[in-house]
């Protein structure tokens, strides 16, 4: 391994040498970074490479070099027929080089699936030396099977061990192997992959896949909520072969918008990647000003077809499920990152829409096609934002005039119609959890919120808008995403709020966006400005999914359906199933099955939607509370949201997380609940506590189990909370006076017997 950093491009020796030591960080970036290349110097790596890729000296894969002679770590193998000596030796699918093709021996172990001859297999490969053959393998999955995942206690014993499972109301067990515990402890929580044999006794057999550690630490919070909430984490072994099988879309049929300079714009840890931007003027001399917006999504219906396994598996999710530490998706990785993914370079199946703005940001027109693009570049949201603020890095730099820029001259107009549209404009911080190596939180801290998001969250709203508007022309039946107004009770609560925090939100008028964001303009910058941002939130209804318009209150927009994440949601595959149907694209359009069952599923995504929402919401809870858990007894400052009958709940300032501090802690007087008003009134010293007041409490208790945290109130709008007098006191003191003297009274009464 290169230990120095050196100050100019390695010698081709040098880089063979580095990709012969290190076959899994063979990237360019790898290099680079072992060689400390930076700058300009990158060009002249790059040329090199390309060189010893011309001369044969190495193999280009994707974005990775390798020597030719050499197997990948991770290759597809077909399994051979046993030798004489009963030895299982596989051949490589792909092997490209020269040399002769080296030997692979398939080592099986005691609760692998077996195999047989013709099996094709996903294995890792560790190379050897002093063998009859090159290579070892070690089964990683059958191509076109799925192992059965659980997750479970481990139990030692003498020969090996079980796993129990936790899920609530089960006795299901399962036997382990010597060899396949991978020195998991006793007590220890396990993930697992079930053998298809079963043991002499008759159970089921499993090896376990990965320690989890204690049941209770915070990297096992994911997948118990996984489990919790009954949120499918396994692919059928159908919906895989089906995904394995898959192709590259052709472009027979499609519009060739390859020239075109699509680019991505995504979170920096982003799995998949499902739409593309591009922007230019509007060259139409009748158009002043104007704009004209490509927003390409990836065309995932032309792979999961109607009434297919893989169709039903994305049914049944309903949508993707993120966690601090893994994602649970729609769709098989071989096609949400792979297939269907919009990668830098590569030709992908598209449906897109080119819409047409006027300089004020209204749009005129939009038309939608099926198509071929290929993404110029994979961008960050910083990096977009960099570049647009005048220092982008050497990858961006070309591209900051010609391509970026254009993009936020479209975003500036369409600000423009957001304005005169009044949405509803709540500004709520989205908290981030970082995670360390053994899956503890390391810190947290909320998002910063760039233009570049809101860029790309306008542009996929236009498309949305776009896609209802297209299949309401055609007279199609699509699933409308449905917002509707709040309830009069949710609204009057907001008001109490509101008028608690020094604001008012008037009676008798006609709700609209435009009174609510009036009442957050007010309170921007004050003490109840996320107060008022949370409040107004939880006063609204839920979203969610029919095949009846009912129009979207909070975005003030009559229509409008989701289009332009098809890889992570359900409703948008129907909607584009939608699209293909009413421009008659092809035969995996919407179906007659499909048409008849609309409503039926607009239910199940909207619960498969909440579901997900609170599987999430635990594990952040829980996240936190694993967190906090080393900080019990320190003071935290938070503001007071909300009130009840038995105590006050605190968001906490550092970290957005909810706690409760018990009414029994509240001093040493009776608190009298007024629920109207949201507020707690001491009976003795007339101390009154209210919503939005900021607060200064302890740490208490943190439980990661539950996600619960329980505080201590100290301090009040800056002031100690006073302990206040004991309401007992006198009354303790009388009546135990009252109680000697009966007790007196009856000893003198008593009758003194002794002992003759």
């Not at 299982?88 to 792909?94: G, K, L, S, W």
């Not at 172990?109 to 996903?122: F, T």
């Not at 004991?726 to 003191?733: K, L, M, V």
């Amino acid at each position: 391994m290169v230990t120095e950093v050196m100050s100019q491009v390695p010698s081709k020796e040098a880089i063979l040498k580095w990709i012969a030591e290190n076959p899994e960080k063979s990237a360019k970036r790898d290099i680079a970074k072992a060689f400390g290349v930076k700058g300009a110097e990158r060009i002249e790596l790059k040329r090199v490479l390309k060189e010893l890729e011309a001369d044969g000296s190495v193999d280009r894969r994707r974005k990775s070099y390798r020597d030719p002679e050499k197997l990948p770590p991770v290759s597809v193998l077909t399994i051979l027929k046993p030798d004489s000596n009963g030895d299982q030796f596989a051949r490589a699918v792909e092997w490209q080089g020269n040399a002769q093709e080296p030997r692979i021996l398939f080592l099986p172990r005691s609760a692998d699936a077996p195999v047989a001859e013709g099996d094709r297999i996903l294995a890792k490969l560790h190379q050897v030396a002093g063998e009859a053959y090159q290579y070892e393998a070690r089964l990683i999955r059958k191509i076109g099977t799925n192992p059965v995942n659980v997750l479970g206690v481990f139990r030692k014993t003498t020969e090996g061990g079980w796993i129990v499972s936790i899920e609530k109301g089960s006795n299901k067990e399962w036997k382990v192997a010597a060899d396949a515990t991978q020195g998991a402890r006793d007590g220890e929580l396990v993930a697992a992959e079930l053998a298809s044999s079963r043991s002499s006794l008759g159970h089921s057999r499993a090896r376990v896949t990965e320690r989890l550690g204690d049941p209770g630490a915070p990297r096992a919070v994911s997948l118990i909520a996984i489990h919790q909430h009954q949120i499918p984490d396994h692919f059928s072994d159908a919906a895989i072969a089906e995904a394995d099988a898959m192709t590259p879309a052709p472009l027979s049929g499609r519009e060739d918008l390859r020239t075109l300079p699509f680019i991505t714009i995504d979170p920096a840890d982003a799995r998949d990647r499902d739409d593309a931007c591009y922007a230019e003027a509007d060259p139409d001399i009748q158009n002043p000003g104007g704009h004209i917006i490509w927003v390409a999504i990836a065309d995932v219906a032309h792979y999961v077809t109607p009434n297919s396994a893989l169709d039903r598996d994305a049914r049944d999710r309903g949508n993707s499920t993120y966690f601090p530490d893994r994602v649970v998706p729609m769709l098989p990785d071989r096609l949400s990152n792979d297939l269907c993914s919009l990668h830098e370079n590569v030709d992908r199946a598209v449906i897109t829409v080119k819409m047409v703005l006027d300089s004020g940001g209204r749009k005129l027109s939009h038309r939608f096609v099926r198509a071929m693009i290929r993404s110029v570049a994979a961008c960050t949201y910083e990096e977009v934002q960099r570049a647009h603020n005048g220092t982008p890095d050497d990858r961006l730099a070309p591209l900051a005039t010609p391509i970026i820029e254009p993009l936020y001259l479209a975003y500036t107009a369409l600000t423009k119609a957001r304005d005169l549209r009044q949405p509803l404009d709540l500004d709520l911080p989205e908290r981030r959890i970082e995670l360390g190596p053994d899956g503890r939180v390391i810190s947290v801290a909320f998002k910063e919120r760039l233009d570049a998001h809101r860029l790309i969250e306008e542009f996929m709203i236009l498309a949305n808008v776009a896609a209802a508007e297209e299949l309401i022309r055609l007279r199609r039946p699509l699933l409308y995403r449905v917002h509707e107004e709040p309830s009069p009770e949710k609204i009057e609560a907001l008001r109490e709020v509101a008028e608690a925090s020094g604001f008012s939100l008037a009676k008798g008028q006609v709700l609209s966006t435009n009174n609510l964001n009036r009442l957050l303009k007010e309170a921007e910058g004050s003490d109840f400005d996320e107060l008022l941002n949370v409040t107004m939130l939880r006063s609204m209804t839920q979203a969610y999914y029919h095949p009846v318009n009912f129009g979207h209150f909070g975005l003030a927009l009559r229509n409008y359906a989701h289009f332009t994440s098809p890889i992570r949601r359900y409703s948008d595959l129907i909607v584009h199933r939608a699209l293909i149907a009413g421009h008659k694209w092809g035969r995996d359009g919407l179906s007659v099955q499909d048409e008849e069952g609309l409503e039926e599923t607009a239910q199940h995504i909207s619960d498969t939607e909440r579901r997900s929402m609170a599987a999430e919401r635990d594990t952040t809870d829980r996240y936190l509370a694993a967190y906090l858990s080393e900080r019990v007894g320190t003071e935290l400052t938070g503001r007071i949201s909300g009130v009840a009958k038995f105590g006050l709940f605190v968001k906490l300032e550092e970290t957005g997380a909810d706690g409760l501090v018990p009414i029994r802690t509240l001093g040493r007087e009776f608190f009298h609940f007024d629920p109207r008003d949201q507020t707690l009134m001491g009976s003795d010293s007339g101390l009154l506590i209210s919503v939005g007041q900021k607060v200064t409490v302890r740490l208490t208790d943190a439980v990661p189990v539950t996600g619960g945290l329980t505080l201590e109130l100290l301090e009040l709008d800056g002031k100690l909370m006073p302990p206040g007098p004991s309401r007992n006191r006198n009354r303790y003191t009388a009546r135990k006076a009252s109680v000697m003297k009966l007790k007196l009274d009856k000893a003198k009464r008593k009758v003194q017997r002794k002992r003759r």
